[in-house]
């Protein structure tokens, strides 16, 4: 049977973390559809359509459906999968919120955080917060499954020529409604789409520190800005910087870690990235047993070194 996969979009864009996802799917079988919910999303259902090894795109719009609630687009989900051995959704906070709902309307266990496809129905994923990995067998007819979009190559953009198919949407649920949304906008690349990261950690003591100190290196490799937990908690930055089990998972070819002593919660998020840089003054700080290079020092002295050589 074919998979289907929930794009993730904002009604303007596609997001990269559906390429990895349909690399997913495409390893669990050899027929992909994409589903597009929202409203006013043609150009994110033509650009889906061009994804390389997508078979059709099914676009449901609906004003309702215009700020992709969890509920109606579960609802959504669900009246498709009759058709579908697969769902799968980027393990992402819109694709965690919508899923669960999708397995527990169709009474069946959902896959959470697949990093590895074995076979159609045993995927590998991680537990203990990445210390170890689960290889995990199920047995229900459906499977639901998140990506952990970092265990995945990206599928390409282009090649692809699937055909747009529309749908009309099913009726809401009604049990939620949209009240407001808050952005962050920023110049700097998107964290978990960047490809180098800057992030810091609660070495550099404040706020202002995490300005003065990591802006210029981020600005010279116009790289994004992440934190570590210990940094968020401790209110130098805001949550939607978090890198980690509890923030957001990266893998960047470039990971700079600054003043991060490197707790089991923050390397979950982000020790797939290809090459990881850490400065710390402590020379038995755990981030070093994953850096490649590391450089033992104080990082108010180092950083603006760095930003000079650069």
Known sequence: MTALVIAEHDNLS???????????????????????????AEAVAKAAAQIAGVRKVILVEADFLADQMAEPVAEQIVALAVAYEHVLAPATAHGKNVMPRVAAKLDVAQLTDVIKVVAPDTFERPIYAGSAIATVQTADAKKIITVRTTGFDAAAATGGAGAVEKQDAQAGAGKSRFVSRELTKSDRPELTAAKIIVSGGRGLGSGENFKKVLEP????????????????????????????????????QLYIAVGISGAIQHLAGMKDSKVIVAINKDPDAPIFEVADYGLVGDLFEAVPELVKAL
Request: charged share 15%; aromatic share 4%; net charge negative.
């Open 14 to 40: 596609l997001k990269a973390a559906t390429l990895n996802t349909v690399t997913a799917a495409l390893a669990c079988s050899s027929e992909v559809d994409v589903l597009v919910v929202g409203n006013a």
């Open 217 to 252: 290196l981020a600005d010279k490799l116009n790289a994004a800005i992440g934190a570590s937990r210990a940094a968020v908690d401790a209110g130098f930055v805001t949550n939607d910087y978090q890198v980690g089990q509890t923030g957001k998972i990266v893998a960047p």
